[in-house]
């Protein structure tokens, strides 16, 4: 059965996961739950260009365990209260984030990051803003699940409940056993981050506008502006490639044939507390793992993949519109003149040194806002939950 004509399972819930995730699951399996799982029996179905994506030896991909993680990602049984899902955070048409500037977990806990997108999340080496630890999606799926400080899903002291939700469902039941065979109990945390993380391996998007004219050969895909907009954003006056480039748009990439791994984190001058570098409390990046200062302030390049549907932008969703990200970066830093964040950011001494500042017309900038869009992928932000479109 194929995986791109599953059933819409947004409201598969557990008040009525339903028989179609049975069904799915078991069809996946050639019809007996209890038979053995192909291995890798899921076919990527990857836009002209893309290479397979990584997947960790101890999960393969099959068809039921991306049908039991994508009803997992959008129960709100998930979570320790049920009232969030993973899907809470990561809607499908707004690009797998929230359009918040930063989230609110199911206890009513202040996310200090803002929801990334989760486009092409396959591709990615590490995970998250500024955790340089967290290398797997099985790894990153065990934060919002668990994590106490802030409380995002909140099954740390429910997770009885939790499992009590899922192990008296029968069509969670039998979708367990399809995805995971031979396990003499099917449905753990273990199980559950693993059909999640399958899920997540199956958010390809590649079918921009920019992809059509790129790897398609598509005349006319990509408006005149939109063209302009790429000449600019791949020159050296604006220098944004250094950072965003590869079919990610992102430095940090990872396929099934990389053999090494970039993991690069930067700081954009986006605040300068204090005139040392200095970024708000519980928010200075890859410094709050490392205790280096010169690490304050520094994040991970998120992907530009859809990014004009992925609003507020940078780690804190501080920055509002596409063209005040052209402005951020055409000053060089940004300056804040009063207030507790007040600094001049363009001063920042941990400020990488490929954010130097450019000049930029209105004409030019409205050309590079018209390239960013020219990313937005309408296939993946329609597609069932996100899944790859047929």
């Known amino acids: 059965m194929s995986q791109r004509a599953a059933p819409h399972s947004a409201g598969l819930t557990r008040a009525g996961t339903s028989a179609a995730l049975v069904a799915l699951a078991v069809a996946s399996c050639g019809g007996e739950t209890e038979a053995t799982s192909p ?42 209260n049920g009232t969030m899902a993973c899907a809470s955070c990561h ?10 500037p930063t989230p609110t977990g199911s206890t009513g806990d202040a996310i200090p990051r803002n929801a990334m997108g989760l486009a092409n999340v396959a591709y990615f080496p590490l995970l998250t803003w500024g955790n340089p630890t967290l290398s797997s999606l099985e790894e990153q799926a065990l934060v919002p699940m668990f994590g106490e400080n802030p409380v995002e899903l909140g099954i740390t002291g429910a997770e009885d409940v939790v499992l009590g939700r899922l192990r008296g469902d029968e069509a969670y039941k039998a979708a367990f056993v399809a995805a995971f065979p031979g396990e003499s109990e099917p449905i753990t945390f273990d199980t559950v ?17 920019y992809d059509r004219t790129t790897y398609g050969g598509e005349a006319g895909a990509m408006s005149e502006a939109a063209l302009r907009g790429m000449d600019l954003f791949f020159s050296e006056r604006l220098e944004c ?20 791994e970039e993991m690069d984190f930067h700081n954009t001058g986006l605040y300068n507390l204090g005139s040392d570098g200095g970024y708000p409390p519980g928010g200075e990046g890859l410094f709050d793992f490392t205790g280096d200062p010169a690490d304050k302030g520094k994040f991970r390049v998120p992907s530009l993949r859809n990014i004009e549907l992925t609003a507020p932008y940078m780690h804190d969703g501080s920055v509002a519109t596409l063209e005040e990200v052209v402005d951020h970066y055409a000053a060089g830093g940004r300056t804040i003149d009063d207030g507790p964040f007040a600094g001049v950011g363009s001063e920042n001494p941990n400020k990488s040194t490929l954010v130097r500042g450019f000049t930029i017309t209105p004409e030019e900038k409205a050309d590079v806002v018209a390239f960013m869009k020219s990313l937005t992928d309408p296939e993946f932000a329609a597609a069932v939950d996100g899944a790859q479109a047929p």
Request: with cysteine; glycine share 8%; net charge neutral.
């Open 193 to 209: 981050v693993k059909a999640i993380a399958t899920f997540e391996r199956t958010l390809i998007s590649g079918r921009s506008a």
């Open 39 to 80: 291995v890798d029996s899921y076919e990527f179905a990857l836009p002209v260009g893309f290479p397979k994506p990584w997947v960790p030896p101890d999960n393969p991909m099959t068809e039921a365990k991306v049908a039991l993680g994508r009803a997992l990602f959008f129960d709100e049984g998930l979570s320790g």
């Open 241 to 260: 490639y250094h950072c965003h480039s590869g079919i990610n748009f992102t430095t940090a990439f990872r396929s099934a044939e990389t053999k090494q």
């Open 91 to 100: 809607e499908r048409d707004r690009g797998f984030a929230d359009g918040k």
